[in-house]
T-cell receptor, first 115, second 113 residues
Framework: AQTVTQSQPEMSVQEAETVTLSCTYDTSESDYYLFWYKQPPSRQMILVIRQEAYKQQNATENRFSVNFQKAAKSFSLKISDSQLGDAAMYFCAYFSQGGSEKLVFGKGTKLTVNP | EADIYQTPRYLVIGTGKKITLECSQTMGHDKMYWYQQDPGMELHLIHYSYGVNSTEKGDLSSESTVSRIRTEHFPLTLESARPSHTSQYLC????????????FGPGTRLTVL
């Protein structure tokens, strides 16, 4: 069964600095999708960034980028120029069409942004 | 605007009451999901549906039940609420390949006294 591991329960970063959140996964599939979701306190869960496994180029969305290492099964999220609004729980998730067709979530990383 | 809605947002209820948490989406998605999440903790999938008249239990055992009579509607019911059911319940929906992105509702925070 696929598993997703986020080894950092909590992280903190100074405003305007850069932080990297770690995520590793386990799968025997070759074709899959990886996601980072953001859940601000008492607010709706939203998608931050998505990576298709067949794409070698790392996905980027404004200040958010990923480091996708397929062989190492690693999918870290880098947040540049951190802002107070980035404070949230961040969940890494995995999806495979050939697998259970359900999102498999990590346990989350709580990010605190210090002014 | 396409979206996913949950009502109520907050519910405080006594033990033994029957409750239904509503979830609707306007995106025409076939797949819908219910997750249970304690504050600041991981998500647990409790139910999912791949289309009308299709429902499956998720990875976490739950005493709740669901139905899918219409594509856009996926309500969750607890026949007899207990304090152990106190949690946040998130509804989500997704389309098909290539996106596979799940869109989440705002959640229902349930407290059972």
């Amino acid at each position: 069964a696929q598993t997703v591991t986020q080894s950092q329960p909590e992280m903190s970063v100074q405003e305007a600095e850069t932080v990297t959140l770690s995520c590793t996964y386990d799968t025997s599939e070759s074709d899959y999708y990886l996601f980072w979701y953001k859940q601000p306190p008492s607010r709706q869960m939203i998608l931050v960034i998505r990576q298709e496994a067949y794409k070698q180029q790392n996905a980027t969305e404004n200040r958010f980028s990923v480091n996708f290492q397929k062989a190492a099964k690693s999918f870290s999220l880098k947040i540049s120029d951190s802002q107070l609004g980035d404070a949230a729980m961040y969940f890494c998730a995995y999806f495979s069409q050939g697998g259970s067709e359900k999102l498999v979530f990590g346990k989350g990383t709580k990010l605190t942004v210090n002014p | 605007e396409a979206d996913i809605y949950q009502t109520p947002r907050y519910l405080v209820i006594g033990t033994g009451k029957k409750i239904t948490l509503e979830c609707s989406q306007t995106m025409g998605h076939d797949k819908m999901y219910w997750y249970q999440q304690d504050p600041g903790m991981e998500l647990h999938l409790i139910h999912y549906s791949y289309g009308v008249n299709s429902t499956e239990k998720g990875d976490l055992s739950s005493e709740s039940t669901v139905s899918r009579i219409r594509t856009e509607h996926f309500p969750l019911t607890l026949e007899s609420a207990r304090p152990s059911h106190t949690s946040q319940y998130l509804c989500a929906s997704s389309g098909t390949v290539p996106n596979n992105e799940q869109f989440f509702g705002p959640g229902t925070r349930l407290t059972v006294l």
